[in-house]
């Protein structure tokens, strides 16, 4: 039984100061609680081994089929993408030569973030900001399940460079995250109680009162955060696309940027989106700077084009306008969406439970645990260096995918 | 196997040849003597009538990192605009400005382009922005990582720390994130942004730190003298884009006491504030300066005409400039406790009158700053335009006839507060040599690039020669890249990665105790997550060409 230095690979926060109890293959945090990282270790492997039908096979064979339905294919969707910057690569690498759709598991909410973006950009900052930098920290209806540690690390930190003493804490949503209940005789925190409707309405108003002075009465809670605003010298405000209520999410993330952009006109603001989960920062990383173009992207007629309406998982499924959906997974067992009249498949960590619904099931390893692997924080500006630790033989995504375009090739 | 390039007439400033014809033989992807008799030539092409020059090197070229892929994510539209499809060996892409890595790579290529440096890895951005420069093929690239602004080196200068500690630190971090080269930004601007101070000039002090730019600019520009580094500090200076910044940028001059100093996209940092308007050119007095100061070298980040976007880690200049933001959005951030990043949407027009004397201003340094070895051709691509823009500029420089023509159609108010319709040099093919080649190397301190001596890479470009430089310089006849044929008229033969220039350095490892300690505090990460390993490059497939810090020549 020894110890070693672990970075964990299950939520965008990449922390690296994580000591493992490790005996043979299975693994025990020793200096963390979080809830990701337990339970993502303690998943049991009875099976390593590939499915063609729900038949067991070997690696090659189901690999060989794979390679044969992308040929035949007439549109592909690879979707799911949860994978390292080595794993999208090897995608891209497919999906660009054979004309293939990507999308991810996070598409719905990240393009919400992405219409954003593009139609109004925004001002952003990285966690270690965050955690030296802001008096004032506004989080807007997340409650930080997909990053555990976040609030304990960053909101909250011990010590900063710049020595904050009172840092403003305001939570403003639905939901109180538990990390603030179950720490709240050490931490100070105040909430605003609003659903996604009535947020829409506070932020526009606040606006409105930055940007016009409106003098009209004011509901106290606005007039309460402004003056926290007034009186902050540097201000961080965090929110989570997938928290909202959908309908109206791309509108609120608008009115956040917007404010964020407003607030610059006389202190100092900035935002993160904390939309992060499966890693789908890290894909469109790779996505951007290989095509120019982010997730819900086709390469159908030979160079990208990109529409997050036209591409979402659900709508090329529900629709049948894909004949072939290959599932990437290697972190852990979401659920994916079989439709039976096409053909599906999954590369995914062998403890999934659907690995008998689809077509071919291809195991692969987790990146961190099982290869050396570089994944991207939620800031999208660090990426972090991953390093294999256990020894069962599981290939990873982008040995899978290589072989794979190996294959299809070599039919031509 | 030997190549023998025969009877091209070549032009090869580091080895003094002006326009000779003479023949070059290729082995083993270096550039060799004449074999001896007996020794085999297994391929001879003859180039008679056309013009050899070594493979362009861009000094000044944002082509990767954190910066460029936001911008990507905020402009689709421009890249729905330039669409490149795939082939049997051509990646897809799309984009001019922030085009996609695979096809800046084959655009270089094409131009004939076959060294590459990004001017602003900021190093906690260092490890994917090189992982995704390994996506770039062709050319060998190199990188100069930000510091100037970062809380752990302020807090040094603050406490008066001994220069050798300074050195350490700097030597660290070019380990640590594989950097080529320090670059400055804004020198304090950046980080006092982050206090709300929105202007900072070379005396100001930093709200938080109470330190100068020009203590900034100091400390760095020795480290890098003291510790032999390749290529000489490179400086992003103060007010980039205010009227009147001419002055700033001579006083910076003055501020390194005739010490080596590169300072970029100088077009940017010549501005005077004289005129009805506020904004005048202040290139006549900043080339006057450099003229006299042997010590200083620039390149110049011309402006072209037409819709681009700029991209920098001077968050607080950014910021500034997002009201002239085309289309009408824009991104800022703040990095890491070490620098910044600002994206802004720019079209430069013809007939707007700060933007043609822009134009025009660059022209102006390109001609009144009379070595040619001391000043190199960039756009800052993609801030002033595209790399692409490159043959076009050529054109304005050679081709005095043209340029008037060009400088008739600007903003008339412009015209009139320009010296360029009297400015009547035209540089040579020898000089623009020099503009891309031999001099960049140079001061870049790489020895086996950007020239066409016996051991230099075989990177070399063939032209037509053609009386239109543009269309001279557009489209080369041949590229050579480590010997191998990668461009035949227009047409990309052979896909292959160049090597990842790094500086190699040796400081006292006692540093790190202080650094990792901080990492530990204040980062969210450990020390040893930050440092890039020379493993998790070369699992990208990348080969690293390590430069050693013995520069001589300080």
């Known amino acids: ?412 | 196997m030997i190549i023998k390039l025969e009877n091209a007439r070549i032009y090869d400033p580091i080895n003094k040849i002006n326009g000779k014809v003479k023949d070059l033989y290729i082995k083993n992807q270096y550039i060799v003597d004449k074999p001896k008799s007996g020794e085999k030539i297994s391929k001879k092409i003859n180039l008679k009538n056309k013009i050899i020059m070594a493979g362009g090197i861009d000094i000044h070229s944002h082509i990767a990192g954190g910066k460029v892929n936001l911008a990507r994510l905020l402009l689709p539209e421009e890249h729905r605009e330039h669409l490149y499809p795939s082939s049997e060996n051509l990646r897809s892409g799309s984009g001019l400005g922030t085009c996609s890595s695979f096809h800046i790579g084959y655009k270089y290529a094409k131009l004939g382009y076959c060294a590459v440096f990004e001017p602003a890895v900021l190093p906690s951005n260092a490890r994917s922005a090189i992982i995704e420069m390994s996506d770039i093929p062709f050319v060998d690239k190199g990188t100069y990582t930000v510091l100037s602004n970062d809380d752990f080196l302020l807090n040094l200068i603050q406490k008066k720390i001994s220069q050798k500690k300074i050195n350490d630190y700097v030597a660290w971090i070019l380990n640590s994130t594989k950097g080529l080269g320090i670059k400055i930004v804004n020198p304090g601007g950046i980080n006092a942004f982050k206090f709300n101070q929105r202007a900072l000039d070379l005396d100001e002090k930093n709200k938080k730190y109470g330190i100068t730019p020009r203590s900034i600019l100091k400390v760095l520009t020795k480290s890098l003298i003291d510790l032999k580094a390749p290529h000489p500090i490179h400086v992003h200076g103060c007010n980039l884009g205010v009227p009147g910044n001419v002055n700033t940028t001579i006083k910076q001059i003055k501020a390194v006491e005739g010490k080596p100093m590169h300072l970029t996209h100088i077009q940017y940092h010549s501005y005077d504030n004289k005129g009805d308007r506020k904004f005048s050119s202040g290139a006549s007095l900043l080339a006057e300066n450099i003229n006299k100061q042997k010590n200083i070298t620039c390149d110049v980040g011309q402006i072209m005409f037409g819709q681009t976007v700029t991209a920098s880690a001077d968050t607080m200049s950014q910021y500034k400039n997002h009201h002239f933001a085309r289309p009408k959005k824009w991104i800022c951030a703040d990095i890491e406790c070490d620098a910044g990043c600002g994206i802004v949407p720019f079209e430069y027009q013809d007939k707007n009158f700060v933007n043609s004397l822009q134009w025009a201003i660059g022209l102006e340094l390109f001609l009144l700053i009379k070595d040619p070895w001391r000043i190199y051709l960039t756009t800052d691509h993609p801030n002033g335009a595209a790399f692409t823009a490159y043959p076009k500029l050529i054109k304005l420089l050679m081709d005095k006839s043209f340029r008037d023509g060009e400088f008739e159609k600007i903003n008339k108010e412009a015209q009139k507060s320009s010296v360029l319709g009297n400015l009547k040099r035209e540089y040579s093919l020898y000089d623009i040599a020099i503009l891309t080649r031999a001099g960049p190397a140079k001061v870049l301190g790489l020895t086996n690039i950007g020239h066409l001596g016996i051991g230099a890479k075989a990177n070399i470009t063939v032209y037509n020669n053609k009386e239109d430089k543009e269309e001279m310089f557009e489209n080369p006849f041949m590229v050579f890249k480590d010997g191998n044929l990668i461009v035949k008229n227009g047409k990309i033969q052979k896909v292959f990665n160049g090597k990842f220039y790094t500086a190699e350095t040796d400081f006292d490892k006692k540093i790190e105790k202080e650094i990792s300690s901080y990492f530990q505090k204040y980062m969210g990460r450990g020390m040893e997550s930050f440092k890039i390993k020379n493993q998790e490059l070369w699992d990208y497939g990348i080969e690293t060409e390590n430069i050693k810090c013995d520069r001589n020549d300080y």
């Open chain 1, 1 to 412: 039984m020894k110890n070693i230095n672990f970075t964990c690979p299950f939520c965008s926060l990449l922390c690296d100061d994580v000591q493992l109890e490790i005996k043979k293959n299975s693994f025990k945090p020793v200096n963390s609680g979080c809830s990701l990282l337990v339970s993502s270790l303690k998943k049991k492997i009875n099976d390593q081994f590939s499915r063609v039908n729900g038949k067991k096979t070997n690696i090659s064979e189901a690999i060989t089929e794979l390679s044969l339905m992308i040929k035949e294919s007439k549109s592909t969707l690879f979707t799911g993408m949860a994978t390292d910057i080595k794993g999208t690569k090897a995608a891209l690498n497919i999906i660009d030569k054979y004309k293939c759709i990507v999308d991810h598991f996070s598409g719905d909410s990240y393009s919400k973030n992405l219409k954003s973006m593009q139609e109004t950009g925004g001002f952003f900052l990285t966690l270690s900001e965050l955690k030296n930098r802001a008096d004032t920290i506004i989080i807007f209806q997340s409650t930080g399940e997909e990053l555990p540690r976040l609030f304990e690390k960053y909101i909250f930190p011990k010590k900063t460079i710049n020595n904050l003493k009172k840092r403003k804490v305001i939570f403003i949503g639905t939901k109180v995250p538990k990390f603030f209940y179950k720490n709240k005789k050490i931490i100070n925190f105040e909430f605003i109680k609003l659903d996604s409707i009535n947020l829409l309405n506070f932020l526009s108003s606040i606006r409105n009162s930055i940007n016009f002075e409106t003098k009209e009465a004011k509901d106290k809670r606005i007039l309460y955060l402004l003056d926290i605003l007034k009186k902050t010298n540097y201000g961080s405000i965090l929110w989570n696309a997938s928290e909202f209520q959908n309908d109206i999410s791309d509108v609120i993330i608008n009115e956040i940027n917007l404010l964020i952009q407003d607030l610059n006109k006389f202190t100092r603001f900035s935002g993160l989106s904390l939309s992060a989960s499966d890693h789908v920062l890290t894909v469109n990383e790779v996505l951007l700077w290989q095509t120019g173009f982010p997730i819900r992207t086709s390469f159908a007629n030979g160079f990208p084009t990109h529409d997050t309406n036209q591409f979402s998982t659900k709508k090329l499924i529900d629709n049948k306008e894909i004949d072939l959906v290959v599932w990437i997974n290697s972190f852990n067992e979401k659920s994916i969406v079989i439709n039976k009249k096409i053909k599906n498949v999954l590369i995914g960590i062998p403890s999934h439970p659907q690995k008998n619904n689809v077509d071919i099931f291809i195991p692969v390893g987790t990146p961190g645990l099982d290869h050396n692997s570089h994944l991207l924080r939620v800031d999208k500006v660090v990426s972090m260096p991953l390093k294999k630790i256990r020894n069962i033989s599981l290939p990873s995504v982008d040995q899978i995918l290589n072989k794979v375009k190996e294959g299809v090739t070599d039919d031509n």
